[in-house]
């Protein structure tokens, strides 16, 4: 089977640039984004609920903008999108820099997310159309670079917030701007058959088009719950290793461990999946898996409970193991649901407004994980009231057991399956 660097050197340029691109995007993006608060809090000083607006800021600009940004990426061409959305990144980067009153970090901080609106749905429309009949490939290489970015960034971001915030602004700018004149120059113009076939009509019909495509619709809401159990990772995982153990070090390796894994992976587990499983049955065996992933915290958590003062050595390793084990799994259930995802949206969506049904999909989803952290927080906290510590991860298991029975029901029963009007052109 292909590692992951073989089978990115297999797709032609255009998918080794995007690879490199989202790569780049996370590097720069998680430099950055996880000192913003720190920086705002505390070189600046504002008050705690002023940090979390601007944070929200951000957040609420990208996805609530993402069909937009989606809808002009169809409409004006992937690359424009990309060259547009990056190039507004640097110039928001080098905002944050600079910026010290507050209309100017909130400027900074919505054209931040709004940029990556524009970006993110181009950037997966342009690698479905351009891998053609290879989207599962295309998209498990780009997940392990998606990881790599997220690994690498905070680490390179540590080292240079411990010069100067501003230092780190200006070098997660810079890489933007890098990158933002390498896809002038070496991105085509166009993917693959885009724009093939597609008709001229007004940006409501589309929506509308979207909106009422039933199996895409399903789809999007039986695929939320795992966007909330994977958050686990930078939600509940964390918290429940502060709690057992009073220490940072396992949430270190939660994010390594995980990061590690589908670097080294992906490209073996998508291929092993493949071979076994269309895309829906892939998809519905990974939810399975992410529900049973939170099973060793439900067993330990009754035992865990009971550890009331930090710990070290030996007690501190038993106490880490069900949690890293939880990360293992959902680490695993993610690289195997991913790629088919991504390709089952283009399947069910269509060639003709790819990256508006990714947008859709990412606000969908985006509202989705608000409302299932609310929910999620509120078990965790429930569970350590009523003393039953395994309460929120029984519940988070039962999530992903429904999402893959949702998924199992509309593969059986067809919906599934690109349509006349809707199956992709050969590649």
Request: net charge positive; charged share 10%.
């Amino acid at each position: 089977m292909k590692s992951t660097l073989a089978l990115a050197r297999s797709f032609d340029r255009p998918v080794k640039l995007l690879l490199v691109n989202q790569l780049t995007i996370n590097t720069g993006f998680y430099m950055l984004m996880p000192y913003l608060a720190g920086h705002l809090s505390g070189t600046l000083a504002l008050p705690t609920a002023l940090v979390g607006l601007i944070l929200g800021i951000r957040n609420l600009s990208q996805q609530g903008m993402f069909l937009v940004g989606g809808t002009l990426a169809d409409r004006l061409g992937y690359k424009p999108m990309i060259v547009t959305g990056c190039g507004l990144r640097t110039v928001a980067f080098l905002m944050l820099a600079v910026a010290d009153s507050i209309p100017a970090l909130v400027a900074a901080s919505a054209l931040t997310g709004f940029a990556g609106a524009l970006f993110n749905p181009a950037v997966r429309a342009y690698l479905a159309q351009e891998s053609g009949e290879r989207k599962v490939e295309a998209f498990a290489a780009f997940n392990a670079f998606y990881q790599f970015g997220i690994l690498i960034g905070p680490l390179i971001g540590l080292v240079l917030n411990g010069i100067a915030f501003k230092l780190v602004c200006l070098t997660a700018g810079l890489m933007f701007a890098a990158l933002t004149i390498a896809q002038m120059r070496a991105l085509p113009a166009q993917a693959k058959g885009q724009g093939q076939g597609q008709e001229k009509r007004g940006v409501l019909l589309d929506w509308r088009e979207a909106i009422t495509n039933r199996p895409f619709l399903l789809f999007s809401l039986a695929m939320i719950g795992s966007y909330v159990l994977n958050f686990q990772v930078y939600l509940g995982l964390p918290l429940e290793v502060r709690r057992v153990t009073a220490s940072e070090l396992g949430v270190t390796l939660i994010f390594v461990v995980s990061g590690l894994m589908t670097i080294a992976g992906q490209a073996r587990v998508t291929a092993w999946a493949a071979r076994r499983w269309h895309p829906p049955q892939a998809i519905v065996w990974g939810l399975v898996l992410m529900g049973l992933a939170f099973t060793p915290l439900a067993l330990a958590a009754p035992l865990a409970s009971a550890a009331t003062t930090p710990v070290d050595g030996i007690a501190h390793a038993l106490l880490l193991l069900p949690v890293l084990g939880t990360a293992v799994l959902l680490s695993l259930a993610t690289m195997i649901i991913y790629p088919f995802e991504m390709a089952t949206i283009v399947t069910v969506g269509g060639q003709r407004m790819v990256a508006t049904y990714y947008g859709l999909y990412s606000t969908l989803a985006g509202i989705g994980l608000a409302a299932g952290n609310l929910l999620s927080g509120w078990a965790l906290d429930l569970g350590g009231a009523v003393g039953l510590p395994s309460l929120p991860w029984l519940a988070l298991a039962l999530i992903g057991v429904g999402c893959a029975a949702a998924v199992r029901t509309l593969d059986r029963s067809g919906r599934l399956a690109a349509s006349p009007g809707t199956a992709p052109a050969a590649a």
